[in-house]
């Protein structure tokens, strides 16, 4: 079964700071992968996929995010956080017969001025 | 504007009792979705639907039921058999099959049990 693994449930920076959120993945096929946002008590927006064209991902807000399939990750990052990116992320993987995303239990960004 | 509206927002229950969340799309979505958001514990499947008048359950959808008579609304029930209610519900839809787009979500409901 597909699944995927969020390090770190917490991930303090400060501003001006590099962001970087790990995801690493388990999948038997090619996955579809995806990262979202969640800010409190709001739904999810997408802020970027990765559906196997180029291994670099640029998505919202200046995330990108790498697909290695080699080290089964797609970790998420940024090169200057700013406080509006505090919120918490969520990286998904969609399941075998692609009719559901499956996500991670999520990590929370917090930017401290 | 297109998108999909979730209702109530906030709602409470006494244990034993029936309720219904609503989730309505105008985009033209065929697929809907229904998951539950526990705090660490991201966000788990309970219903998901194709096409009108079908339906497949998620990773935990005892409790819960659902149905699709309209392409744009996929009401929940959550049932008393559900032994903890109290989450985080969203709803969201996709064009077709997930793995070629995105998920679109509602704003949520919070649902708590009394």
């Known amino acids: 079964a597909q699944s995927v693994t969020q390090l770190g449930s917490h991930v303090s920076v400060s501003e001006g700071a590099l962001v970087l959120l790990r995801c690493n993945y388990s999948s038997s096929v090619p996955p579809y992968l995806f990262w979202y946002v969640q800010y409190p008590n709001q739904g999810l927006q997408l802020l970027l996929k990765?559906?196997?064209?180029?291994?670099l991902v640029k998505g919202i807000n200046g995330f990108e995010a790498e697909f290695k399939k080699s080290e089964t990750s797609f970790h998420l990052t940024k090169p200057s956080a700013h406080m509006s990116d505090a919120a918490e992320y969520f990286c998904?993987?969609?399941?075998?017969?692609?009719?559901?995303?499956?996500f991670g239990k999520g990590t929370t960004l917090s930017v401290s001025s | 504007d297109g998108g999909i509206t979730q209702s109530p927002k906030y709602l409470f229950r006494k244990e034993g009792q029936n309720v219904t969340l609503s989730c309505e799309q105008n985009l033209n979505h065929d697929a809907m979705y229904w998951y539950r958001q526990d705090p660490g514990q991201g966000l788990r499947l309970i219903y998901y639907?194709?096409?009108?008048?079908?339906?497949q359950k998620g990773d935990i959808a005892e409790g819960y039921s659902v149905s699709r008579e309209k392409k744009e609304s996929f009401p929940l029930t959550v049932t008393s058999a559900q032994k903890n209610p109290t989450a985080f519900y969203l709803c969201?839809?996709?064009?077709?099959?997930?793995?070629?787009?995105?998920?679109?979500f509602g704003e949520g409901s919070r649902l708590t049990v009394l």
């Open positions: 969201a839809s996709s064009i077709e099959r997930v793995n070629t787009g995105e998920l679109f």
């Open positions: 998904a993987v969609s399941d075998q017969a692609g009719t559901a995303l499956i």
């Open positions: 639907s194709q096409i009108v008048n079908d339906f």
């Open positions: 990765y559906t196997s064209a180029a291994t």
